[in-house]
């Protein structure tokens, strides 16, 4: 089985090398088809990438409240712990997700919600990645979610 070389790296890894050195990150955006799909956005915070999900109709779950769908902000959620995790990682490759636990706290209303991670703990085979998203304010997040990702596989 041969190696492949460093010239042939695939298309995904170029564009995160990409948001490390010249923060592009509509590139990435547009590389994860669901963040495509919904309208993800990501943009540079003073503490970081944080993930923005700007308001759409299409989006909504729930007519009669309206609330944006309860799998958007998952999808979201999942998003923002891959985005910190590429940022604040050497590794120069796609998350590759294990587990992601949410916590739905508030009706998500027809608005912009922005989602943020931040990587708690990193072992050797994963890290930990704790993220809330909110509309008003970060002091009332309408979710939270902890996501564990697959940093190397186990040998075995």
Same mark, same amino acid.
């Given at each position: 089985? @041969?190696?492949?070389? /460093?010239?042939?790296?695939?298309?995904?890894?170029?564009?995160? $090398?990409?948001?490390?050195?010249?923060?592009?990150?509509?590139?990435?955006?547009?590389?994860?088809?669901?963040?495509?799909?919904?309208?993800?956005?990501?943009?540079?915070?003073?503490?970081?990438?944080?993930?923005?999900?700007?308001?759409?109709?299409?989006?909504?779950? *729930? @007519?009669?409240?309206?609330?944006? %769908?309860?799998?958007?902000?998952?999808?979201?959620? $999942? %998003?923002?712990?891959?985005?910190?995790?590429?940022? %604040? %990682?050497?590794?120069?490759?796609?998350?590759?997700?294990?587990?992601?636990?949410? *916590?739905?706290?508030?009706?998500?209303?027809?608005?912009?919600?922005?989602? $943020?991670?931040?990587?708690?703990?990193?072992?050797?085979?994963?890290?930990?990645? /704790?993220?809330?998203?909110?509309?008003? @304010?970060?002091?009332?997040?309408?979710?939270?979610?902890?996501? *564990?990702?697959?940093?190397?596989?186990? $040998?075995?």
């Amino acid at each position: 089985m @041969s190696v492949p070389s /460093a010239s042939k790296k695939p298309a995904l890894v170029s564009l995160t $090398e990409r948001l490390k050195t010249e923060k592009r990150f509509q590139e990435i955006d547009q590389a994860i088809p669901y963040a495509k799909f919904i309208g993800l956005k990501t943009e540079m915070r003073p503490s970081g990438p944080v993930s923005l999900l700007p308001f759409r109709a299409e989006n909504i779950g *729930n @007519s009669t409240l309206p609330a944006i %769908h309860g799998g958007v902000i998952a999808a979201m959620l $999942e %998003h923002a712990a891959a985005i910190a995790f590429l940022w %604040h %990682h050497e590794k120069q490759a796609m998350p590759k997700p294990v587990s992601l636990n949410i *916590n739905y706290l508030r009706l998500a209303r027809p608005e912009d919600i922005v989602a $943020e991670g931040q990587v708690i703990r990193e072992g050797r085979q994963t890290a930990h990645i /704790a993220v809330s998203a909110w509309q008003e @304010s970060p002091e009332k997040p309408i979710a939270t979610a902890t996501a *564990n990702i697959l940093l190397s596989m186990p $040998e075995v």
